[in-house]
């Protein structure tokens, strides 16, 4: 399937107005959506075994939605709508066995006092390299290192990517 196929399909399935009339007309005060867009883009793939092929379709997929649910999100009057975010784990990355691939995280609520979303702040430097040609024009992106896991011998993190708005 070409990347077009794969991407259109991806944002349909994926649709953020989708996500706020299905939570508008649910009890819950808060909901936090995150989408691993390759689950959803009928992109087959072996999590055991990562191409680098299905490692830079992940992230552009992932930056697609992102771009996607940010112009969305501006017209969405009814709720408070974080600004969403792409997150990729450096083992996504560095091709290793079952990572979580991207995915785009928003915070949709009710109330003010309901309005939580997860922080985007980096808790260190690191430049994200992706292999092809992965376009970050107008986002902004920050590192956030992984934690210490004493059966591990190294601390692996992630990056977290926004559209920059007035882009």
């Known amino acids: 399937m070409d990347y077009e196929k794969l ?4 944002l349909a399935e994926n649709d953020l107005m989708d996500t706020v ?3 508008v007309r649910d009890d819950d005060q808060v909901y936090y959506a ?5 689950e959803y883009a009928g992109h087959d793939y072996d999590p055991h075994a ?18 996607h649910w940010s112009e969305q999100r501006k017209f969405v009057a009814t ?13 996504w990355l560095l091709g290793r066995q079952n990572p979580a691939p991207p995915y785009v ?15 985007f702040e980096g808790s260190g430097h690191k430049e994200l390299v992706v292999d092809g040609d992965i376009d970050l024009a107008g986002t902004e992106v920050v590192y ?6 004493p059966d591990e011998d190294e601390v692996l993190g992630a990056w977290l990517i926004r559209v920059v708005q007035g882009n």
């Open 7 to 10: 991407k259109q399909r991806a």
């Open 21 to 23: 009339n299905h939570f």
């Open 34 to 38: 995150d989408r691993h867009v390759l």
């Open 50 to 67: 990562l191409d680098p092929t299905t490692i830079e379709l992940g992230v552009q997929l992932g930056l697609d939605l992102l771009k």
């Open 79 to 91: 709720l408070s709508v974080s600004e969403p975010f792409l997150c990729i784990d450096e083992e």
């Open 105 to 119: 995280y928003v915070c949709l609520a009710k109330t003010e006092e309901a309005f939580e979303p997860a922080p």
């Open 144 to 149: 956030v290192e992984g934690y210490d896991d």
